[in-house]
Structure formats: C-alpha cells, structure tokens
C-alpha cells in the first residue's frame, strides 16, 4: 500500500451490501459478509477477508485508518477483531489481527439492512453517512469512541431506522479515547499478527428464507403488474437486503415501483440510488 508510520488513511464506501456462506468456517455467524461492485453479476462480491488483505493488513504500526461502511449486512465489513459492545471490547473469536490503528464504523449489524429510504431525513440517503456527520457537526465537544458509538445509535433511532451501527477496531484501546480521523495515533497492541482460527463456525440460517429473501418474498406478494414490456413490482414498501445482492429495483414508470427493493436476488437494476459506493454503483445497500 506504501503507507508508512505517521500517515492516515481514510475509507467510504456507501452502495450494495450482502452476505455469502464462509467456506472457512471462520465467520461468527457462518457468513462472509461481502459489497457488490458494479461488475458483480458477472465477476462476484468483494469479500471482507479480500478487503481486509487489501487495506488493512498491509498497514504498519503508526499508520492510521477511519473507514465507514454505509452499506447492508456491514457490521464486521473488514474483519476487525474487536468488536465494541457495551462500552468494552469483545474479541472475535478467530479473529484477524494488524498491526495498524484501523477503526470500522458500520451502519447495521451483520445480520442487518441499512437504509437509504429517507426515514426521519425526509429524502433517499444513506442513513449511517448522514447520521455520523450530523453527530459530529451537533456535538459541543470531541466524542469519545464510546459516546460516537450512543450518538449514532441516538440518532439513527430519531430517524426512524431499526438499523443499530457497530464498531470494530484493530486494536483493542481505551473506549474513551477521542474520536479523531487524524490524531491520536496508537501503535500496535496485538502480540500476534494475522488469521487464527480457533473454533469452527457454521451458518445460523439454514436457508435464504430466513434471511433478506423471506423479507423480499413477503413484500413482493402484494402484487407484480406487467407493464411497458417488464414486470412492475408494487410492494409500496421496503424489500431489504437480499442473500446475493444486487443493485436498487425502484425504476420509477418503465419498471420497478414502489419505494425500494434492495439488493434484489434476480434484480440487477440501476434504481434512484442513495450515495454512491467507492466500487461504483448508484444504490445504498
């Protein structure tokens, strides 16, 4: 990556998230969880261990990275080893240790969906990006990473979002520490560097249809429409996250209708879109 100590690093993505069964057995859940670039319908997901590989364990020591992940199903979206629940620091685990200083902030837990419908906002967005930036722009004073963690849960719940953000890390420092994309840099607290794998995991869903496709299915039922040459979905509502991804199905007159149908099973559409992902695409989720 050709970082060196010192430097700090910074990391969005906002677009397609989805999860596909681990083959290591390594995942707590028995999931990879994955984004969806736009070529994805014919080259695959990106997994979190290759965007791990990639961004997080090349880094040194003294090297610096703040990534958010506004996406679906992105709870442990890097494969951070420590995950901060209650205020403490729960180690995963078989977890994936770095040397780096590297903190996730994601918009939903693993087995999750993430908006981009507009909720409490009024308008389509990706609901973790504006929920971070409205904390920090209200907040009188710098936020510790414990107090972000309430903040964001606070204000996604204003909002109107059942979604709960997660935060993991690389290193497993003070919880009160200051938030701060570019200060405050730790060096490495990890006595062992890399994959360890401890205990087997296996998929606590035995199927798609306990997952995002039930959920797809059940809003779908209210009634498909052909029209204009292609079949029109009218849920009148919110189909999220589906297994294997997918880009936004809301077409708006010569296709999809209705609000969104997320990351549809079958459905690789260009809809109306939320931020835009770091791989491309147009769609939140």
Known sequence: MGAMPGDVLFFHYSGHGA???????????GYDETICPVDFNSAGMVVDDEIFDAIVGPLQPGVKLTAVMDCCHSGTGLDLPFALEYGRWRQEDNPCHSAGDVILLSGCQD????SDGGGGYGRPMGAMT????????????????????????GELARGGFEQIPNITSSQAFDPNRIFSPADGIIGNTNPQIGRQFRKQKHAKRKNLMGGGLGTMLAAGAAGFVLGAGAMAMMDGGIADGLMMGGADMAM???????DVADAGMVGMFDGDGGDGGFFGGDGDD
Do not use: K, W
């Open 19 to 29: 999860q596909q069964e681990d083959p290591t057995y390594a995942e707590e859940d």
């Open 111 to 114: 087995d999750q969906t993430a």
């Open 130 to 153: 504006t929920a971070l930036c409205n904390s920090l722009e209200r907040s009188q004073f710098p936020l510790t990473i414990a107090q972000l963690e309430q903040e964001l849960a």
């Open 252 to 258: 708006g007159g010569v296709g999809m209708m209705g």
